[in-house]
């Protein structure tokens, strides 16, 4: 069974300097990397203080990495959060104190989605980017102190998508790439649940334990959605599409294990592989995955 970390996300913008400073002034994240190829530029950001559990490390030895992408040709961005390909939700911050926050955000001219005091949850909120994707925000209590947004303290919590087939998808995340369940949640009425998975370095870890605090102090987690009876309608439309459409948003995950070549040859001609390791001159070095959905998962060493 494979095991790593969840270490990048990656979503194209239309612009990239303006979604870098949009990322930096907000939640505090720095440039780690930067890449300029024919096809695209790059930013790889993340959170990098002496708080953070990633400080100093190589992108590939960390979690909570975003990649912002902008294509060299013009395209139409898309958020993933209006029909007809509700795939991509959100990003997740998790930040120390989530009414200081608010207040901070909401100071320095940040556009809401929805504001503590908004709608049935009181105790998250939503901002949008220069491209109009959705970051969620939650609290994860880290050295609280009233009144005071610590950025010190943020988290990259996770990314979330909507899958078609939630035991589709967990045969893929566990039993393909190994993650662990940390929670499952009913929510009954509105009919839809999230599972939320990842790596836990316990081998004696408890899936579906996390309590709410716990796995708000995670980074990267992968949030996956099910609404209800998508899985048996046969009029459904898969979430993902492609550049093909004129249309781009989120590009796909990169989860970073011990030996990505020894795994490559492992899953032989598995039906989940697109791309062997180091077949991909756009992934090199890594294995590239599609899971049950389309969503591209890439899988690179340490």
């Known amino acids: 069974?494979?095991?790593?970390?969840?270490?990048?996300?990656?979503l194209h913008v239309s612009n990239l300097k303006a979604s870098v400073k949009f990322y930096k002034d907000a939640f505090g994240f720095?440039?780690?990397?930067?890449?300029?190829t024919a096809k695209y530029e790059s930013s790889f950001i993340g959170l990098d203080t002496a708080k953070h559990p990633g400080y100093g490390?190589?992108?590939?030895?960390?979690?909570?990495?975003v990649?912002?992408?902008?294509?060299?040709t013009s395209v139409k961005i898309y958020n993933g959060n209006t029909e007809p390909y509700r795939g991509f939700g959100h990003l997740c911050v998790s930040v120390s104190n989530i009414v200081a926050a608010q207040k901070h955000l909401l100071a320095a001219g940040v556009t809401f989605k929805k504001r503590?005091?908004?709608?049935?949850?009181?105790?998250?909120?939503?901002?949008?980017?220069p491209d109009t994707y959705w970051i969620e925000l939650i609290e994860n209590k880290l050295d609280k102190?009233?009144?005071?947004?610590?950025?010190?303290?943020?988290?990259?919590?996770?990314t979330m998508i909507r899958v078609r087939d939630p035991q589709k998808s967990l045969a893929f995340y566990q039993g393909v790439l190994g993650m662990k369940l940390f929670k499952k949640k009913d929510f009954p009425n509105a009919k839809f649940t999230l599972y939320f998975l990842g790596y836990d370095s316990d081998p004696n870890y408890v899936e579906d334990s996390d309590d709410v605090v716990y796995r708000a102090?995670?980074?990267?987690?992968?949030?996956?959605?099910?609404?209800?009876?998508?899985?048996?309608?046969?009029?459904?439309?898969?979430?993902?599409?492609?550049k093909d459409q004129g249309i781009v948003g989120f590009d796909h995950f990169v989860v970073s294990i011990p030996d990505a070549e020894k795994f490559s040859k492992e899953l032989g001609d598995s039906?989940?592989?697109?791309?062997?390791?180091n077949e991909n001159p756009d992934a090199k070095n890594a294995i590239v995955l599609q899971d049950p959905d389309g969503y591209k998962v890439y899988v690179q060493s340490q």
Do not use: C
Request: net charge negative; charged share 30%.
């Open 116 to 129: 503590l005091e908004d709608g049935r949850q009181k105790d998250i909120a939503f901002v949008q980017d």
């Open 145 to 158: 102190k009233d009144g005071v947004y610590d950025i010190e303290s943020n988290r990259l919590n996770h």
């Open 30 to 36: 720095k440039e780690l990397s930067h890449v300029k």
């Open 67 to 72: 990649e912002l992408r902008q294509d060299s």
């Open 271 to 277: 039906s989940s592989v697109v791309s062997k390791y």
């Open 217 to 242: 102090r995670r980074e990267s987690i992968l949030e996956l959605t099910h609404n209800w009876g998508t899985e048996s309608d046969d009029k459904f439309s898969y979430y993902v599409f492609g």
């Open 57 to 65: 490390k190589p992108i590939s030895q960390r979690s909570g990495v």
């Open 1 to 10: 069974m494979v095991s790593g970390i969840t270490n990048l996300t990656s």
